[in-house]
Nanobody, 122 residues
């Protein structure tokens, strides 16, 4: 059974940090790109960052460049999203997803997690 399980969300003050984890199972981790998406209340889902399973290439949305870092531990089949200098506008449900295409688009992802809520207070 394929699973993507996010963890690490929570409530943090503006300027603070959180590290999200996405634990994957049930598929060949190295064959997939893993992406983080987020969806804030009343807003459309947006891509945040992604990492290639093949060569660890990374991409970031402009809104998080310089503040978020994506990384992968292939031995643990886990992808991390280190989020620093958090802003209230980062408040959203964060989802990880896996897809074979690079760069991955939201409509091209094969598997999705259930999400973890990040709330940044001002």
């Amino acid at each position: 059974e394929v699973q993507l399980v996010e963890s690490g969300g929570g409530l943090v003050q503006a300027g603070g940090s959180l590290r999200l984890s996405c634990a994957a199972s049930g598929f060949t981790f190295d064959d997939y790109a893993i992406a983080w998406f987020r969806q804030a209340p009343g807003k459309e889902r947006e891509g945040v960052s992604c990492i290639s399973g093949e060569d660890a290439s990374t991409l970031y949305a402009d809104s998080v460049k310089g503040r978020f870092t994506i990384s992968s531990d292939n031995a643990k089949n886990t992808v991390y999203l280190q989020m620093n200098s958090l802003k209230p506008e980062d408040t959203a449900v964060y989802y990880c997803a896996a897809g074979r295409r690079w760069p991955p688009g939201a409509n091209e992802m094969d598997y999705w997690g259930k999400g973890t809520l990040v709330t940044v207070s001002s």
